[in-house]
């Protein structure tokens, strides 16, 4: 007979130290940021008075709304973006490719440098005076250097699809590869064309690759500060970037706790609305 006493507290001594882990760096924090969102910054001391003001700054705030809006369009854009490139290199590696070691290998080069370095070369890539205009001048196709490459959304996308691109193929490779080849074969005896075994067979087997591809690059893309700040310029800032110049420049925590909850309750929330969606229409699909 199974002791049960026993059994809870192995499993209790088991858990413990990862229980212990989250709560420390994921729970903790995320108290902390609750608890400041409730007090004001009254010049250089906190007030612990407990609060509404900061939300109610950040809801009436139109600046607020426009980069709340801006970052979870410019994440959205970036996901699709990387998604649609990736699909097909994640399809070639793992139904095509003979050398799939050696091509997974390849995809995770750009992770051998920092990721900073990976955006400052797109900066000189774009720059006015940068590897792109340059080339275009010298064989032609252009007169003058093209100004609309750098320090935009655009920018800001293309940084963000390279620097993540290997978070998108690597799930998408994953849901490929458990693919039974025995369904395609089914597939094509029963006269169906490439395109109808793709659209009835393997897409369908790889919605939850896509969706974990997409939600790897969407949630932390809405939160990047870093690339907006070197290639996005004024046109390419996000709630990031906002957030911390409230922890930072302006030295008002309270305000960047309040606009790190609501930026989280934003992610969450489409988040939510997309794995929904999306598992809706792998639904239909089959």
Not at 20 to 38: C, H, N, R
Not at 151 to 167: D, Q
Not at 254 to 280: D, Q, R
Request: some cysteine; overall charge positive; hydrophobic content about 55%.
């Amino acid at each position: 007979m199974v002791n049960f006493k026993s059994e809870a507290s192995r499993g209790i001594a088991l858990s413990g130290p990862a229980t212990l882990y989250v709560g420390l760096l994921v729970a903790a924090p995320l108290a902390i940021l609750v608890a400041y969102s409730l007090w004001t910054q009254t010049y250089v001391s906190v007030d612990r008075t407990v609060t509404l003001a900061n939300y109610r700054e950040a809801f009436t705030d139109p600046l607020v709304r426009y980069l709340m809006i801006r970052s979870v369009l410019i994440a959205g854009a970036v996901t699709l973006f990387t998604v649609a490139l990736a699909y097909p290199i994640a399809y070639f590696i793992a139904l095509k490719a003979r050398r799939k070691t050696l091509w997974l290998l390849l995809i995770t080069i750009p992770f051998w440098s920092s990721y900073l370095l990976r955006v400052f070369a797109w900066k000189l890539i774009l720059g006015f005076n940068g590897v792109l205009n340059s080339a275009l001048l010298s064989i032609g196709v252009i007169d003058t250097p093209l100004t609309f490459l750098l320090y935009n959304e655009f920018a800001v996308v293309l940084t963000l699809a390279h620097a993540w691109a290997p978070f998108a193929i690597l799930p998408i490779y994953v849901s490929l590869q458990k693919i039974d080849l025995s369904l395609l074969e089914a597939a094509t005896d029963l006269g169906n064309s490439a395109v109808q075994r793709f659209l009835r067979v393997t897409l369908p087997l790889t919605i939850p690759g896509i969706i974990a591809a997409c939600l790897i690059i969407f949630i932390p893309t809405v939160g990047d500060y870093v690339t907006p700040s070197l290639v996005g310029g004024s046109d390419g800032k996000m709630i990031a970037n906002l957030i911390q110049v409230q922890f930072g420049a302006a030295n008002n925590w309270p305000l960047g706790a309040t606009l790190s909850l609501l930026a989280m309750m934003s992610v969450g929330f489409v988040a939510i609305v997309f794995v929904l969606a999306a598992s809706g229409l792998g639904r239909r699909i089959r």
